[in-house]
């Protein structure tokens, strides 16, 4: 591990390697290297300053530098190595694969090493990499796989007699860390494979772990609702996730794995099967598919010209925006397996593939100020506050910077040049600072050290990186706790918005949640903005809020960690909310999807005196904290024991509001799409799901109409 000024030396290396290079235009090998031993110090810098970034990504998951940035440098220090061989050494990052394990999972070897592609962001490049296939082969012709390069966390798969036997992450490329059990809560993998149809005993797969873009955007709510800080990117999301030490949290992160690649495969006698029996790689990609595995299937075009390649790459970087999930280039692939064994590879990566990376979406603006906000349960978080810029589609002119760490790492000033990031449509955040261009003006941002809402002394746990007011009457929190109390997914109070709260809170009518439900209505009525009509509607909301399902005051109680699935999940176990005073912190471990930190926090909530005097003045109040009980006919619904699905935009209603409709019937909402789904509801622009649904025994599918008229 390095330390923290070991990280701040190495960053101000980067950035002055980096200055060294552009103000020499790039080549210091032509202007400023002139002999063996200023080239030796140089050497010595970039190998340095290599090693500790692939430390950083492939171990933190974390990104200090762009990979315009890293690629820079690592091309640099080869060019350097070239020009002079006497430098080239067995260890440089040049000669090996990017290093990185932790200590927190067995490091087990692959059976094929790992290598990385080579990496282009100019079209040239494609077209050479085109010619030098063709010359090193000496054909005319050459069919290459082009495909996506998912934007993730890379992974090895292992199949034994059809059994996923072993998952590693990329390591340092030669070993890997063994995440097996976190692999198979990825839902996307199937623990068990058809591969001996095809003659296989053993096969090495390698693919990628992520998150579809829009479930990180769900993610992301969930943990705002629970008070926790947002994740940056799905990237850092998807490769975190892989060294979870809680595979029930991996599970709830939703994750996907596209597989791409066989690296190894063997028959009952050890026969090596690639390039023999499997000639073609876009042939391997069909199998895995048809054994059940997310491939790039339907992405990926085999095409013989480097114009070709050009022009399916320039397609994807225009409607890349549009993708289930986040890619940050193109990977283009010999498609004839012989031939790959002809072409080889280096040490570092083959020579019969090669990435082409789209610039990111980025732009540069000014940092005004900084705003520090407290959530509903105290969490502190430094808000950036930019000089309005577009980017991606939108003006982006306030961003988070999620703890104190974030802005400390990335030596983040007051007055500086930022560049502002936006991975695909997700949020926007500062990828790095432009110390170049600072003035000697910037100010650094000092964390407070007390709340700036109450002032109460704020604490930071060892296992967090959030600093939190522990001051339950902080009037911030209060307001937050209001705010979430009555929004859409909790108690959907319409006519209480964030505005009329804070105004209710400064005329002195609400502080807690049972205000809410003893507003003075006659002295509201007279508020500007508030008329006759108004005050009726808000009277009738917050009387309907009475009648709400119990899994909704759960929700919108804001206990810390509890999304809306988790309060739905909760309220399936009991009849009424108090019964929870009674379970005991073993008893919430046992439930499923609920991990020890979940478990602790809500064995907390309840077996708190304040919890227990809220939730009796609640009930005196008339809210319902009891699920409704029936009797006879009505006990079951006419959808009770049925599970449902939607995929698509329905025409009639929200989704949000046909699975309400489900569960009002008895029915079920599924998560996913499995073979306990009953019914697949399907409307317009329907994703894949309807293909996969139709090969699942027991799964029907049905229209938007057919699914009216059962609910009719």
């Given at each position: 591990m390095y330390t923290p000024e070991q990280i701040q030396d190495f960053k101000n290396l980067t950035n002055k390697l980096l200055e060294h290079l552009d103000s020499n235009n790039h080549s210091l090998i032509q202007s400023s290297i002139h002999s063996i031993s200023e080239a030796a110090k140089e050497v010595t810098d970039l190998r340095d300053v290599i090693n500790f970034h692939d430390h950083m990504y492939y171990v933190q998951s974390e990104s200090i530098i762009t990979d315009f940035e890293y690629d820079r440098l690592f091309k640099h220090l080869k060019s350097i190595e070239d020009h002079f061989p006497a430098l080239a050494t067995d260890d440089s990052p040049t000669h090996r694969i990017a290093q990185g394990l932790t200590k927190e999972f067995p490091t087990v070897s692959h059976i094929v090493p790992m290598l990385s592609l080579d990496n282009s962001y100019n079209e040239d490049d494609l077209i050479d990499f085109d010619r030098k296939v063709k010359d090193l082969s000496k054909l005319e012709s050459v069919n290459y796989t082009v495909e996506p390069k998912f934007d993730g966390g890379g992974i090895s798969l292992v199949y034994e007699n059809d059994r996923l036997s072993r998952a590693l992450t990329r390591g340092d490329g030669i070993m890997g860390e063994e995440i097996t059990p976190n692999i198979k809560a990825v839902k996307s993998i199937p623990p068990k494979a058809n591969f001996s149809k095809y003659g296989i005993k053993t096969i090495e797969i390698r693919g990628e772990v992520i998150i579809p873009k829009e479930k990180f955007k769900k993610y992301n709510k969930d943990r705002a609702e629970a008070g926790l800080s947002e994740l940056a990117n799905p990237r850092n999301a998807a490769s975190g996730s892989l060294r979870m030490q809680d595979a029930a949290e991996v599970a709830r992160r939703n994750l996907d794995a596209i597989l791409y690649h066989i690296s190894y495969a063997v028959d009952e006698n050890g026969n090596d099967l690639l390039g023999s029996t499997f000639k073609k790689r876009s042939d391997n990609i069909k199998m895995l598919n048809d054994l059940g595995f997310k491939t790039p299937i339907k992405e990926l075009k085999i095409l013989n010209t480097g114009k070709a390649i050009v022009d399916y790459c320039e397609e994807w970087h225009v409607k890349r925006d549009n993708f289930t999930y986040e890619i940050d280039g193109m990977v283009v692939k010999v498609d004839n397996l012989e031939l790959e064994d002809i072409l080889?590879?280096?040490?570092?990566?083959?020579?019969?593939?090669?990435?082409?990376?789209?610039?990111?979406?980025?732009?540069?603006?000014?940092?005004?100020?900084?705003?520090?906000?407290?959530?509903?349960?105290?969490?502190?978080?430094?808000?950036?506050?930019?000089?309005?810029?577009?980017?991606?589609?939108?003006?982006?002119?306030?961003?988070?910077?999620?703890?104190?760490?974030?802005?400390?790492?990335?030596?983040?000033?007051?007055?500086?040049?930022?560049?502002?990031?936006?991975?695909?449509?997700?949020?926007?955040?500062?990828?790095?600072?432009?110390?170049?261009?600072?003035?000697?003006?910037?100010?650094?941002?000092?964390?407070?050290?007390?709340?700036?809402?109450?002032?109460?002394?704020?604490?930071?746990?060892?296992?967090?990186?959030?600093?939190?007011?522990?001051?339950?009457?902080?009037?911030?929190?209060?307001?937050?706790?209001?705010?979430?109390?009555?929004?859409?997914?909790?108690?959907?109070?319409?006519?209480?918005?964030?505005?009329?709260?804070?105004?209710?809170?400064?005329?002195?009518?609400?502080?807690?949640?049972?205000?809410?439900?003893?507003?003075?209505?006659?002295?509201?009525?007279?508020?500007?903005?508030?008329?006759?009509?108004?005050?009726?509607?808000?009277?009738?909301?917050?009387?309907?809020?009475?009648?709400?399902?119990?899994?909704?005051?759960?929700?919108?109680?804001?206990?810390?960690?509890?999304?809306?699935?988790?309060?739905?999940?909760?309220?399936?176990?009991?009849?009424?909310?108090?019964?929870?005073?009674?379970?005991?912190?073993?008893?919430?471990?046992?439930?499923?999807?609920?991990?020890?930190?979940?478990?602790?926090?809500?064995?907390?909530?309840?077996?708190?005196?304040?919890?227990?005097?809220?939730?009796?003045?609640?009930?005196?109040?008339?809210?319902?904290?009891?699920?409704?009980?029936?009797?006879?006919?009505?006990?079951?619904?006419?959808?009770?024991?049925?599970?449902?699905?939607?995929?698509?935009?329905?025409?009639?209603?929200?989704?949000?509001?046909?699975?309400?409709?489900?569960?009002?019937?008895?029915?079920?909402?599924?998560?996913?799409?499995?073979?306990?789904?009953?019914?697949?509801?399907?409307?317009?622009?329907?994703?894949?799901?309807?293909?996969?649904?139709?090969?699942?025994?027991?799964?029907?599918?049905?229209?938007?109409?057919?699914?009216?008229?059962?609910?009719?």
């Open positions: 080889g590879a280096t040490s570092h990566h083959p020579r019969w593939a090669i990435a082409y990376k789209f610039q990111a979406r980025q732009a540069r603006t000014k940092l005004l100020k900084v705003e520090f906000q407290v959530g509903r349960i105290g969490t502190i978080t430094p808000v950036a506050k930019l000089q309005p810029v577009a980017l991606g589609g939108v003006t982006v002119s306030s961003v988070s910077m999620f703890n104190e760490d974030f802005v400390k790492d990335k030596d983040i000033r007051i007055g500086d040049e930022v560049v502002v990031e936006r991975a695909g449509d997700v949020i926007p955040y500062i990828a790095s600072s432009i110390k170049e261009s600072r003035s000697g003006h910037e100010t650094i941002i000092h964390f407070p050290t007390h709340c700036p809402s109450c002032g109460t002394k704020l604490i930071r746990s060892e296992e967090e990186a959030a600093w939190r007011c522990v001051n339950n009457e902080c009037p911030a929190q209060v307001y937050e706790r209001l705010v979430h109390f009555v929004s859409k997914d909790a108690m959907d109070i319409a006519g209480l918005g964030p505005a009329s709260i804070d105004r209710f809170i400064k005329e002195g009518w609400v502080s807690s949640i049972p205000d809410m439900f003893r507003l003075p209505y006659d002295d509201i009525s007279k508020l500007e903005g508030f008329g006759e009509k108004s005050v009726e509607k808000l009277k009738l909301a917050i009387k309907a809020a009475k009648q709400k399902h119990p899994y909704r005051l759960l929700f919108g109680l804001g206990i810390r960690h509890v999304g809306e699935t988790t309060a739905k999940n909760l309220m399936e176990e009991v009849n009424c909310i108090e019964d929870f005073e009674r379970w005991s912190l073993e008893e919430f471990n046992a439930l499923y999807d609920v991990g020890p930190k979940v478990a602790q926090s809500i064995y907390e909530f309840f077996h708190s005196e304040e919890t227990v005097n809220l939730l009796n003045e609640l009930k005196s109040i008339g809210l319902q904290t009891c699920k409704p009980q029936k009797s006879g006919s009505e006990t079951e619904g006419k959808l009770s024991g049925q599970m449902f699905l939607f995929t698509g935009t329905l025409a009639t209603m929200t989704r949000p509001k046909a699975e309400e409709k489900v569960e009002e019937l008895g029915g079920k909402i599924a998560g996913s799409l499995s073979a306990k789904v009953n019914y697949l509801v399907v409307g317009a622009d329907p994703g894949s799901k309807v293909e996969k649904a139709k090969k699942l025994a027991g799964v029907k599918v049905i229209s938007e109409d057919e699914f009216l008229v059962m609910i009719a």
